[in-house]
């Protein structure tokens, strides 16, 4: 069986990612060019040491093009490998989920792990709407807040593309920066 098989056969990851904490927005600045604040260039490091720490690399990078989500990225992922492919897609910038889902449905079926960077509130509903079951705590945790910096890890089992159906993952982990922080070690 090919490696490319294989990694179907396992079924899919989808990474959620809402940017980290933006400068406040300015009367009459454009929001798309929103930097990150001192706090929130901490945590998009915080949040990329425990994407590795928990080896959820992902193949592939879906990524708003707003400033904010592109400097959250950077900061995540500082050394990415050579074959992680990043799209920057203006459509992703306060997309709802539905627009999210048929963007997603459009990924390389040989993708088997999937980083999306982007915006409340369309990130954190798409997760809720994907979500079927969940880790403990996790998805009324999800319900709660999903704040920024926040990460969703979803996991789709049975998931031969990215079309995927409402209800149909199961949510791996919900981390946010706060919880990092406070975790010891």
């Known amino acids: 069986m090919s490696a490319a098989r294989q990694r179907e056969a396992r079924g899919r990851r989808l990474l959620l990612l809402r940017h980290a904490k933006a400068t406040p927005p300015e009367p009459d ?3 798309h060019e929103r930097a990150l604040s001192a706090r929130g260039r901490r945590d998009a490091a915080r949040i990329g040491e425990a994407l590795r720490r928990r080896g959820l690399a992902p193949e592939e990078v879906l990524c708003s093009s707003a400033l904010r989500t592109r400097e959250t990225l950077e900061l995540a992922l500082p050394r990415p490998g050579r074959r992680l492919a990043v799209i920057v897609d203006r459509s992703l ?3 709802d989920p539905e627009a999210l889902l048929l963007r997603i449905a459009l990924v390389r079926r040989t993708v088997a792990s999937l980083l999306v960077v982007g915006h409340a509130p369309g990130l954190g509903l798409l997760a809720l709407l994907l ?5 403990e705590g996790a ?5 709660e807040k999903f704040p920024t910096g926040a990460l969703a890890a979803l996991r789709f089992p049975a998931a031969s593309s990215w079309d995927l159906a409402p209800r149909s ?3 791996d982990a ?3 920066p706060r919880e990092l922080a406070a975790a010891p070690g």
Request: charged letters at 25%; zero cysteines.
């Open 29 to 31: 600045a454009d929001d």
């Open 174 to 176: 919900f981390l946010t």
């Open 169 to 171: 993952g199961f949510l």
């Open 139 to 143: 998805i009324a945790r999800m319900q």
């Open 131 to 135: 979500a079927r079951d969940g880790r």
């Open 93 to 95: 910038y306060l997309a």
